[in-house]
């Protein structure tokens, strides 16, 4: 696995042979005052979660980690660092993949490998007022050796993929060395970089999407992002920006 950089930037891994989620454990200790850079790793997890109180199975051999960081950027703002975790772990599974299985991102973090989940990505963040981040929690897993089956979009694993299998600790070194690059990407030059890594891999650019909203579901011509990472949906004459939710193909 390349991205040989290290986690350059971000504090020593503090490692957990097992934990409850190491978003909570970041959350815990961003309250406790711990600074930016703060990395959380688990080795498996007992209450993995994903959006919206979903859970993230998370048993042995796959990676789970969590970065605490503290951006002074509004929280709008810093929701756009899950692409730059999205971009990190695609860059960091690539060099791993046989050159036949495609990689692409879907809307708006996940990464796909040969067209099923690889991995998921949960922000979590307080506001500390007047339109300021007292901390963003990026919570970052990735199916090393195994899947769970029966999730309503098709999951998978590098090894399932037919990848180069490399310890947990290397994919863990390789994921935040590609996140550090991006974060600092992100800070120096704004959003645009990212979102123009990101649309070059772009899973169903220009087709038909259907889109789960809370109480909601549309659909519509999938046509890009706008400059803040919310996704374009072309519904006619006019287009609509979707901020969150959760995006399938049309008709599936
Ligand atoms: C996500 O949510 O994809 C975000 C997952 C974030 C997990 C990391 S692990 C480290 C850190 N600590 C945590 O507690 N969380 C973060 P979402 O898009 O809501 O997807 C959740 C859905 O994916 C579930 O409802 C299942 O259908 C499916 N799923 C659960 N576990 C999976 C897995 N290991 N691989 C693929 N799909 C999974």
Same mark, same amino acid.
């Given at each position: 696995m390349t991205g040989g950089t290290g986690r350059r930037g971000f504090l020593p891994p503090q490692e957990? *042979?097992?934990? @409850?989620? %190491? =978003?909570e454990e970041a959350k815990r200790q961003a309250a406790a005052g711990a600074p930016e850079g703060t990395l959380i790793w688990g080795r498996m997890q007992v209450q993995g979660r994903g959006r919206r109180g979903r859970p993230w199975i998370? &048993? &042995?051999? =796959? +990676?789970? +980690?969590?970065? +605490?960081l503290r951006p002074e950027r509004s929280p709008a703002t810093a929701a756009q660092l899950g692409f730059a975790a999205a971009l990190a772990i695609g860059e960091a599974v690539l060099p791993l993949l046989p050159p036949t299985v495609p990689l692409a991102y879907k809307w708006p973090n996940d990464v796909l490998v040969g067209g099923r989940k690889v991995s998921g990505i949960l922000l979590e963040s307080q506001a500390a007022g007047e339109g300021r981040l007292d901390w963003l929690v990026v919570g970052i897993g990735v199916n090393l050796v195994s899947f769970p089956e029966g999730t309503e979009y098709p999951a998978t694993s590098l090894a399932a993929a037919g990848a180069d299998r490399v310890p947990v600790e290397t994919a863990l070194e390789a994921v935040a060395g590609r996140?550090?690059?991006?974060y600092q990407c992100w800070r120096e030059q704004g959003f645009a970089p990212l979102? *123009?890594?990101?649309?070059?891999? *772009?899973?169903?650019?220009?087709?038909?999407?259907?889109v789960r909203l809370p109480g !909601? !579901? %549309?659909?519509?011509?999938?046509?890009? +992002?706008?400059? @803040?990472g919310a996704l374009?949906? !072309?519904?006619? *004459?006019?287009?609509?920006r979707i901020a969150a939710g959760d995006v399938f193909p049309a008709g599936g």
């Open positions: 957990f *042979a097992e934990i @409850d989620s %190491t =978003n998370s &048993p &042995p051999g =796959n +990676l789970y +980690l969590s970065l +605490l996140f550090h690059h991006w979102r *123009a890594a990101w649309l070059g891999r *772009a899973r169903g650019l220009g087709e038909g999407i259907r !909601e !579901e %549309t659909s519509g011509r999938f046509v890009g +992002l706008d400059g @803040d374009l949906l !072309e519904q006619g *004459a006019h287009r609509r």
